[in-house]
C-alpha cells in the first residue's frame, strides 16, 4: 500500500511504484494521518497500461588482418528473473556464423527464451576504402550481431568465451603461423544497445491477475473506476455503504486519465481518506497526494472566459508533475514546445474562423 505515498509517480506496476489490491468486491485503500490533517486537496495518479521493450544487446568478432577462423560461445546470464544466479552457455558459434545460426544457438539455452538475432558484416578500411570508415566507425575483418531478447523482462549479460581458432585455443591475441595455425589479431567486445524496460502502451492488451480488457477512451480505468473518495473523522468500515454514513465529505469519480485533481469545497480537518471501488476487482494506484492548499490547473479554472492571469504568488500548475524531468541527467538550455491542434469552424459556408494554437518558448532554462 506503501507505494502509493513513495512520492514516485510511474504508472508502471512493473516498476515497483504501484499499489495494489487483491481481486474483490469494492476493494479499497486508506490512508491514515498521524494526527487531525486539513485537507483541501488531492491528487490521484492511475496506473496505466505497461508494455516491455525488449533489451537489444550485440556482441562483436573481427580480425585486424584477416577473417578469423574458430569458434566461441556465449554464456549469458541475468535472464531469469527468480534466479540471479542462473546462467546458460550456448553452443560452439562459427566466426561466420549467420544469424540464423547464432538465434539457434542461443534460443538452445533453457530460460532465455525467444530472441531475434540480426548479423551485420563490417565495412574494411585503409585498403579498400581510401578515406577510412569515420570515426566511431566499427570496421574489421568479421562481423557484429544484433541480438533482440522477446522473451525475458530484463537485460541479459553477454559474455564470449571458450574462444578457438584453427589449431587451438587462444586468449584475444596471435599464433605463430605454422602448418597447424595460422596468425590472427583478435577482437571481441560486447555492448548494451537498449537496455529492456516498461513504457506506458496505448495497445489493447491482457491485463493482469486474468482480467481481459481492451483501450477505451472514455475515461474509464480497470483497475480503479468508478470509485469513490471520502474523508473521515473516525476509522471507516470496509463496507463501502456503511462508509457513505458516516464519511465527513465524498464524491463518486467515473473517469481518471493518469490523474485526477480535486478541488474540494472547503477545508477538512481530518483523520482518514479512503478510495474504493464500486465493481469488482483489484483496485491499483501509482500516487495519491493531498494538499492544505487548492490546485490551481487550467483544467480545475471555473471563472469564465478568456481566462484570468494568475496572480504572482499562485501561478497556474501543470495538469502533469514535470518531476518526470528527474531522470533527464542533462542540464543547461531547453527548448518548450506549446502545441495545440487547430481547429476550423464556420457560421456560413462562406466565412471560416480558425482556433488553436501552435508555438514555441525558446531558451527555456
Not at 525467444?114 to 569515420?134: A, D, E, F, K, M
Not at 465524498?250 to 478541488?263: A, F, P, R, T
Not at 493531498?290 to 492571469?309: A, E
Amino acid at each position: 500500500p506503501s507505494y502509493a505515498i513513495d512520492g514516485d509517480l510511474d504508472p508502471l506496476l512493473s516498476d515497483y511504484s504501484v499499489s495494489e489490491t487483491a481481486i474483490e468486491d469494492n476493494s479499497w485503500w486508506l490512508l491514515q494521518f498521524s494526527n487531525n490533517q486539513t485537507i483541501r486537496s488531492i491528487s490521484i495518479y492511475s496506473r496505466q497500461l505497461e508494455l516491455w521493450i525488449p533489451a537489444i544487446i550485440s556482441f562483436t568478432i573481427k580480425g585486424l588482418d584477416k577473417y578469423p577462423q574458430g569458434s566461441c560461445r556465449l554464456n549469458i546470464t541475468n535472464f531469469d528473473s527468480i534466479s540471479s544466479s542462473a546462467y546458460g552457455l550456448s553452443s560452439y558459434i562459427s566466426y561466420s556464423a549467420t544469424g540464423d545460426q547464432v538465434k539457434r544457438s542461443i534460443e538452445s539455452i533453457a530460460g532465455v527464451g525467444n530472441v531475434n538475432v540480426n548479423r551485420t558484416l563490417l565495412p574494411v578500411c585503409g585498403i579498400y576504402l581510401s578515406s577510412g570508415c569515420g570515426d566511431g566507425v566499427e570496421h574489421g575483418y568479421g562481423y557484429t550481431y544484433y541480438i533482440t531478447f522477446l522473451t525475458t523482462k530484463s537485460t541479459p549479460i553477454i559474455e564470449i568465451v571458450d574462444k578457438q581458432f584453427t589449431g587451438g585455443v587462444v586468449i584475444d591475441g596471435a599464433l605463430g603461423e605454422g602448418s597447424t595455425f595460422i596468425t590472427s589479431y583478435l577482437v571481441t567486445h560486447v555492448d548494451i544497445v537498449r537496455y529492456g524496460y516498461y513504457t506506458a502502451s496505448s495497445f489493447d492488451i491482457t491485463y493482469p491477475k486474468g482480467i481481459n480488457g481492451s483501450t477505451v477512451n472514455d475515461g474509464s480505468n480497470i483497475w480503479l473506476t468508478p470509485f469513490y473518495v471520502m474523508l473521515f473523522n473516525s476509522t471507516p468500515a470496509s463496507n463501502l455503504n456503511d462508509s457513505l454514513l458516516i464519511a465527513t465529505w465524498y464524491q463518486k469519480y467515473s473517469s481518471i486519465d493518469k490523474v485526477l485533481h480535486i478541488n474540494l469545497p472547503t477545508n477538512y480537518t481530518v483523520n482518514y481518506l479512503k478510495i474504493q471501488r464500486t465493481t469488482y476487482g483489484s483496485l491499483s494506484l501509482a500516487e495519491v497526494q493531498v494538499f492544505s492548499d487548492r490546485i490551481n490547473t487550467i483544467g480545475l479554472y471555473d471563472k469564465g472566459s478568456p481566462v484570468s492571469p494568475s496572480s504572482l504568488m499562485t501561478p497556474y500548475q501543470p495538469e502533469e508533475s514535470f518531476t518526470a524531468f528527474n531522470e533527464i541527467f542533462y542540464d543547461g538550455r531547453w527548448d518548450l514546445e506549446i502545441v495545440q491542434s487547430s481547429t476550423t469552424t464556420s457560421s456560413n459556408l462562406a466565412i471560416e474562423k480558425i482556433s488553436g494554437a501552435y508555438g514555441m518558448i525558446s531558451d527555456y532554462v
